[in-house]
């Protein structure tokens, strides 16, 4: 008798939410299986990578092997942007509005958002703002951006329960939308999509931050959640966790003393920008296996050792 | 374990003698299935019976060790799907592949990059532990000869492959005390390896036509040779399948307690991806997702290293944050001079600021405060490293004592509970470090503390 593989039984499946608008315009999520597990259930829109740029130069933040494939447009978020999409196919890019830290350059709310503005119109694939985790400035510039890019359905990250009220009412009012963060917490990430939806934003503008932990610094705790939010998502019928999932992944990687280590200052690590690009694949196959529908990467050479392994599983 | 109460009475003398310390076999039988009770307790169960309970009671997935000494791998002995639930426990060995057709400097090359490759981290070492050597000849004495040249030099761990029962029966007789995996068993030839595992004592792995049919074909046949130590290698090179059957294996192993499936398995990422990089992908697919052994075509630090640490996070207890002890550490031969840092007790940061400070060559006392495992931005969100907590123990570990001056260091991260700190510690003065870890040995360079 022919051995019958036993199936998982799935009584939800993953909202899908649209990023962008126009042709561009980018499905994630609606998956009813786990995480490429298409032998017992769908998976209709393959997991993306989003391309991270910063709205300030990363010059003396960013190790010399990030840096080297951005080199000419660092200095210009535009000029960055459009490469990007340009030269890497980036199918959705996240602009990190870096300069508006308190305990950095704190640039004036309206000043970044207009940044932020110049690059949503010089691109035309979905954008996502990711702010600096500072509830008061990142509430001030995400309103300026939420005003500017009306119309865009731009994705505004992170929204947290300190900030949700605010930042989530101009994502309703200009109809963009909303990335709801949490620290590596199921309830915690449950009722913040619960909030949202009673400040009236629709189930189909929310995407969940589990927060993500960097490989060898807190990665496991950020896989396992989100396999929580999966199995209450799809096999306990949790409604208000049948979000697609974001990580932002470049940005805690490339902060690992490992990844910044040098050739030199390292020699027994091997080769820098292999180690550092592997780091980001590694974590970024990690977090995809785990349940995340968009992976925000920076290197070019990890993003296509991602896009080979998407295209194999799907 | 599987077996449920009435299942394992009908297996009992039924006699209600009372023996076991309970007044019925029936209630026993209950205890047992409960896990509250072991079997031992009743003198008069029949060895059949035994036989059967104990078979039953077995772990899901068949632990097994491949290797001896240092190197050894114990993999298998797995009970859940989903790490949340319980724990993965034992990780994949890592292996890399030579074969004898490989030239010497090659060869050498490989060893030297093995041996180096080792990370000392959270108080760990970190290091791939196994070779895979392959003839590709048939010729019994190259190929002895090769693997115990790696075995000696190296003492890693090894996987014996050939299609070639004699050089097998040769290179497995030589190293059997090194307990090598034979690789591989397949309908042609289980008859004869199933007979060179049982003389050897080694575990053997069986490689299937790339269906699990075929896999619990093979395993059948040699469980019913009196087999034990088995590895399944479903044959599959494609990822999305071969995925699919790691799910499937582990699956039907736990959930339905499928014998024939109840084995690690091996995966070849070296034959599944055409450059290291890309192999390194499908190592990193498979070490979330149930594998027990993973070969890859070379060793090299840059690709191993990320690979070992997302094997560490994979594998660590996720009920429980690696810790490390309350107290004083004093670095780099302190003195009543020297400043005093103070940090929380998840070894991660401890390790990583430790580090930083013997680094930095400075002398300097860290102080570590528990916080049950958790990082300092954890810990301060949740109330366990702040004013008041740091403050306290700051005042009664001792360090009083053992330094004239009266600064503290505290992480860039908890700035925010200086002010508290400076009222816990009157007449101290609470400095800022930095946020980075990274940072320290530059700051220390400058900071004296007054
Ligand atoms: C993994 C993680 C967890 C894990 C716990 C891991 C652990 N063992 O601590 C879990 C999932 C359990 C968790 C829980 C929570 N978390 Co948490 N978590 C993280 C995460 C992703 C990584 C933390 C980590 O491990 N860092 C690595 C270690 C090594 O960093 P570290 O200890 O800070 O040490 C570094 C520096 O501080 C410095 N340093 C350390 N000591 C010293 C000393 C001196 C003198 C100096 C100079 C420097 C220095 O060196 C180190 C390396 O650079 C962060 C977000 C992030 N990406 O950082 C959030 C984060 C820390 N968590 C957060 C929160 C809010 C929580 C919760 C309170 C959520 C909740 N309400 O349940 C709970 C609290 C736990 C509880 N109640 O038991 C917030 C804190 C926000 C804030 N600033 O207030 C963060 C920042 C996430 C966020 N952005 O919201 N969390
Ligand atoms: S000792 Fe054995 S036979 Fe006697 S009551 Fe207990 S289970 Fe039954």
Redesign the pocket.
């Known amino acids: 008798m022919a051995f019958e593989p036993a199936k998982q039984k799935y009584t939800g499946s993953i909202r899908e939410v649209v990023l962008g608008t126009g042709d561009k315009a980018v499905k994630i999520g609606g998956r009813s299986a786990y995480p490429f597990y298409t032998f017992e259930g769908e998976m209709p829109n393959p997991p993306k990578v989003a391309m991270e740029i910063w709205d300030k130069d990363p010059n003396g933040e960013w190790s010399e092997v990030a840096l080297e494939p951005f080199k000419d447009v660092v200095s210009d978020p535009v000029a960055w942007a459009k490469k990007c999409v340009e030269e890497y196919g980036a199918e959705i890019l996240v602009i990190q509005t870096k300069s508006a830290d308190p305990n950095a350059e704190n640039k004036p709310a309206v000043e970044v958002a207009e940044v932020v503005k110049k690059v949503v119109d010089a691109v035309d694939v979905p954008v996502v703002v990711w702010g600096v ?1 500072n509830h008061e400035k990142d509430t001030e510039v995400m309103r300026a951006v939420a005003e500017k890019c009306a119309g865009k359905n731009v994705a505004i990250a992170p929204v947290e329960e300190g900030d949700y009220k605010q930042i989530g009412a101009a994502c309703l009012g200009y109809k963009h939308t909303v990335v709801a963060s949490s ?3 199921v309830n ?1 990430a449950k009722q913040l999509n619960i909030l949202l939806n009673n400040l009236g934003v629709p189930e189909n503008k929310i995407v969940i931050d589990p ?3 960097g490989l060898g ?2 990665l496991e ?2 896989y396992s ?1 989100m396999e929580r939010i999966t199995q209450a998502a799809l096999t306990q019928g949790d409604d208000k966790l049948q979000q697609p999932i974001i990580c932002n992944v470049a940005n ?1 990687v490339w902060k690992c003393k490992e990844a910044n280590q040098t050739t030199e200052e390292a020699p027994e690590l091997g080769d820098q920008k292999t180690r550092g690009v592997m780091m980001e694949a590694v974590t970024a196959i990690d977090l995809l296996l785990a349940g995340a529908d968009v992976v925000v990467m920076r290197h070019p050479e990890a993003i296509q050792l991602v896009k080979g392994f998407i295209e194999k599983m799907m | 374990m599987g077996l449920t109460g009435i299942e394992i009475f009908k297996l009992l003398p039924k006699t209600n003698c009372g023996d076991c310390g309970v007044p019925t076999c029936l209630a026993f039988a209950m205890n047992l299935a409960s896990g509250k009770a072991e079997l031992d307790a009743c003198p008069h169960v029949s060895e059949e019976a035994k036989e059967k309970l104990a078979a039953d009671s077995a772990p899901p997935v068949r632990p097994l060790t491949v290797g001896a000494g240092d190197y050894a791998v114990k993999v298998g002995g797995e009970t859940v799907l989903f790490r949340h639930e319980k724990t993965f426990v034992n990780k994949p060995g890592l292996a890399t592949l030579v074969t004898t057709d490989e030239d010497e400097a090659s060869v050498n090359g490989k060893l030297e990059r093995f041996k180096a490759c080792q990370f000392e981290r959270v108080d760990l070492n970190l290091r791939p532990e196994m070779f895979a050597v392959k003839d590709t000849s048939g010729d019994a004495a190259k190929f002895t000869a090769l693997a115990k040249k790696i075995s000696d030099a190296t003492g890693a761990a090894l996987i014996l492959m050939s299609d070639s029962v004699d050089a097998l029966k040769a290179a497995a007789t030589e190293l059997k005390d090194q307990k090598p995996m034979i690789y591989a068993a397949t309908a042609d030839n289980a008859d004869a390896l199933g007979e060179l595992a049982k003389e050897t004592g080694c575990p053997l792995a069986v490689k299937g036509d790339g269906t699990l049919d075929g896999v619990i074909a093979l395993t059948q046949k040699l469980t019913g040779m009196g087999l034990k130590d088995l590895i399944i290698d479903t044959g599959t090179r494609d990822l999305k399948k071969a995925f699919e059957e790691q799910i499937h294996i582990r699956r039907a192993a736990i959930k339905d307690r499928f014998r024939p499936l109840g084995f690690p398995t091996i995966v070849f990422a070296n034959e599944m991806a055409d450059d290291l990089l890309n192999e390194g992908v499908v190592a990193a697919t498979f070490i979330a997702k149930y594998a027990a052994f993973i070969v890859m075509s070379d060793v090299k630090p840059e690709v191993t290293f990320p690979l070992l640490l997302e094997r560490l996070n994979i594998y660590t207890d996720p009920q429980r ?1 690696m810790t490390a002890e309350q107290g004083i550490y004093p670095i780099n031969n302190p003195d009543e001079n020297s400043p005093v ?4 007790n ?1 070894s ?2 401890y390790f ?2 430790g580090g930083e400070i013997e680094s930095s060559r400075q002398p300097a006392w860290l102080l570590v405060q528990d916080t049950e ?10 109330g366990k490293f702040n004013g008041e907590t740091v403050g306290t123990f700051v005042s009664k570990c001792g360090i009083m004592d053992k330094v004239k001056h009266k600064s503290i ?5 908890a700035a925010a509970i200086s002010g508290e700190l400076e009222e816990e510690l009157p007449g101290w003065t609470v400095v800022v ?6 940072h ?1 040995p530059k ?1 220390l360079k400058e900071f004296k503390p007054e």
Request: net charge negative; hydrophobic share 45%; proline share 9%.
């Open positions: 985790a620290p590596i917490d915690l927060t993500t932990g610094y807190g705790y950020t959640v805690e | 944050p840092l103070v940090t929380c998840f991660l940061t990583i600021v495992g958790l990082s300092v931005m954890t810990a301060w969100a949740a260091v505290i992480p860039g991260y470090g930095p946020r980075e870890a990274s320290i700051f």
